[in-house]
């Protein structure tokens, strides 16, 4: 059998890691909570490393393991583990190696329910969480360096809604420095565009509700990087306990077959979509890092080599003019989440940053007007002219 790793990205996706044996062609779905083991010394064997096999499914589900192996595959880690939500994936990492009045060095402009989290870890557990600003390599190397040794470094690039990047290389190098593990959220990216691990990331966190799973149509979330630190976090999610369903290990498996159809799809019709707004004269600004006016392009070009991703934000006048915009689209669809085939929008100022108070806003750059866009597969002739029509009639 030939050596998979060494295939193409659209070979690895539709075959994965395994060789094909004879029999189904696709991964059952072993929708099962238990498994039958073949005798009492067989359960030493599994329990003691000597045999590989399934227990139980909150530990391991041979339709869960199919979908770690391919996405440690296109990831390019060992391992991986799957969880039922990107939350899940993400709590499960954190606790596994903050611990109880330690600390945490992160980026702003963290996903919501991570920027949620972290403030649980400060007020139940004591954690201290340092914020540094995403785009500031310098002054995440200082808060690294500077005070008691983080447990860990956690970023996130491209950041929701308005697309700043971490300079992960720079990161890694302040983080070893500091003997300091890192973890990343790269959903923004997906696997196609970013390879964290290549560039010394330890753990890669996606949630595949987005782009992995790829249809809207599921909750997931997975962790990458070396055999060790992977099972490091599982240890803490067996005991936890958010386990990926079969069900949607078998559709998350069926998604990632075409991922680099999709991304790629998505990436030309993000940019596109971008270049046009860009142009329009009733939008003020657009947040996009294939947009040479990126202020971080030169970056992003070196960072996301597959592309740009498929969100991008845009702003216009006023919140009114913004709900307007939303209320008009006839192809694009008013819903939160991204990385689907169908194109979503939502605004931001009413939906993942709501609430949050004028200064917090205006230095994450949102505006009141500011619509997020997530693209999907559609034609992109038909997008822009939804678009178009949509924004036709608004004040500069
Ligand atoms: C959606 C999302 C999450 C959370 O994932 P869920 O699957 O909704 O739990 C975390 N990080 C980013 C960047 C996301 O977009």
């Given at each position: 059998m030939e050596d998979k790793r060494s295939v193409g990205e659209r070979t690895a996706a539709v075959h994965g890691p395994r060789p094909s044996e004879p029999g189904s062609l696709t991964t059952p779905i072993h929708q099962t909570s238990t498994?039958?083991?073949?005798?009492?010394?067989?359960?030493d064997a599994v329990y003691e490393g000597r045999r590989e096999g399934d227990v139980y499914s909150r530990y391991s589900n041979p339709s869960v393991r199919a979908v770690?192996?391919?996405?440690?595959?296109?990831?390019?880690?060992?391992?991986a583990a799957a969880y039922a939500s990107g939350m899940g994936a993400i709590t499960t990492t954190v606790l596994a190696f903050v611990p109880p009045g330690g600390r945490i060095v992160a980026n702003e402009d963290l996903y919501g329910g991570v920027a949620n989290f972290l403030k649980?870890?400060?007020?139940?557990?004591?954690?201290?969480?340092?914020?540094?600003?995403?785009?500031?390599?310098?002054?995440?190397a200082s808060a690294l360096a500077s005070g008691p040794r983080p447990s860990l470094c956690y970023l996130e690039t491209p950041t929701?809604?308005?697309?700043?990047?971490?300079?992960?290389a720079a990161a890694v190098e302040a983080a070893r420095a500091a003997g300091v593990p890192t973890a990343v959220d790269s959903t923004f990216a997906s696997p196609v565009n970013s390879k964290p691990h290549a560039l010394g990331v330890d753990l890669v966190l996606h949630s595949a509700t987005k782009y992995l799973g790829g249809h809207g149509d599921l909750t997931a979330g997975v962790v990458c990087g070396s055999k060790e630190l992977v099972a490091r976090v599982h240890a803490v999610g067996k005991m936890l306990g958010p386990t990926l369903d079969p069900h949607a290990a078998f559709l998350i498996e069926r998604g990632l077959k075409t991922l680099p159809l999709r991304v790629k799809a998505i990436n030309e019709n993000a940019q596109a979509i971008a270049e046009h707004l860009a142009r329009h004269p009733a939008v003020h600004a657009v947040h996009y890092p294939g947009l040479a006016s990126h202020p971080q392009h030169a970056l992003a070009k070196k960072q996301m080599p597959g592309g740009y991703g498929g969100v991008l934000s845009f702003d216009v006048a006023t919140f009114a003019d913004a709900k307007r915009v939303l209320d008009a689209f006839r192809i694009v669809r008013n819903a939160a989440s991204l990385g689907g085939v169908e194109s979503l929008c939502s605004l931001p100022y009413q939906q993942s940053h709501r609430g949050q108070p004028k200064d917090a806003l205006a230095r994450s750059g949102i505006t009141e007007g500011t619509i997020r866009l997530a693209v999907g597969v559609e034609d992109k002739d038909d997008l822009v002219r939804d678009l178009d029509q949509a924004l036709s009639g608004l004040r500069k």
């Amino acid at each position: 059998m030939e050596d998979k790793r060494s295939v193409g990205e659209r070979t690895a996706a539709v075959h994965g890691p395994r060789p094909s044996e004879p029999g189904s062609l696709t991964t059952p779905i072993h929708q099962t909570s238990t498994f039958v083991l073949a005798s009492a010394d067989d359960v030493d064997a599994v329990y003691e490393g000597r045999r590989e096999g399934d227990v139980y499914s909150r530990y391991s589900n041979p339709s869960v393991r199919a979908v770690e192996e391919r996405v440690a595959m296109l990831e390019g880690t060992q391992a991986a583990a799957a969880y039922a939500s990107g939350m899940g994936a993400i709590t499960t990492t954190v606790l596994a190696f903050v611990p109880p009045g330690g600390r945490i060095v992160a980026n702003e402009d963290l996903y919501g329910g991570v920027a949620n989290f972290l403030k649980w870890m400060r007020d139940r557990l004591g954690v201290r969480v340092d914020l540094v600003p995403t785009t500031d390599a310098a002054a995440l190397a200082s808060a690294l360096a500077s005070g008691p040794r983080p447990s860990l470094c956690y970023l996130e690039t491209p950041t929701n809604p308005t697309l700043r990047l971490v300079d992960l290389a720079a990161a890694v190098e302040a983080a070893r420095a500091a003997g300091v593990p890192t973890a990343v959220d790269s959903t923004f990216a997906s696997p196609v565009n970013s390879k964290p691990h290549a560039l010394g990331v330890d753990l890669v966190l996606h949630s595949a509700t987005k782009y992995l799973g790829g249809h809207g149509d599921l909750t997931a979330g997975v962790v990458c990087g070396s055999k060790e630190l992977v099972a490091r976090v599982h240890a803490v999610g067996k005991m936890l306990g958010p386990t990926l369903d079969p069900h949607a290990a078998f559709l998350i498996e069926r998604g990632l077959k075409t991922l680099p159809l999709r991304v790629k799809a998505i990436n030309e019709n993000a940019q596109a979509i971008a270049e046009h707004l860009a142009r329009h004269p009733a939008v003020h600004a657009v947040h996009y890092p294939g947009l040479a006016s990126h202020p971080q392009h030169a970056l992003a070009k070196k960072q996301m080599p597959g592309g740009y991703g498929g969100v991008l934000s845009f702003d216009v006048a006023t919140f009114a003019d913004a709900k307007r915009v939303l209320d008009a689209f006839r192809i694009v669809r008013n819903a939160a989440s991204l990385g689907g085939v169908e194109s979503l929008c939502s605004l931001p100022y009413q939906q993942s940053h709501r609430g949050q108070p004028k200064d917090a806003l205006a230095r994450s750059g949102i505006t009141e007007g500011t619509i997020r866009l997530a693209v999907g597969v559609e034609d992109k002739d038909d997008l822009v002219r939804d678009l178009d029509q949509a924004l036709s009639g608004l004040r500069k």
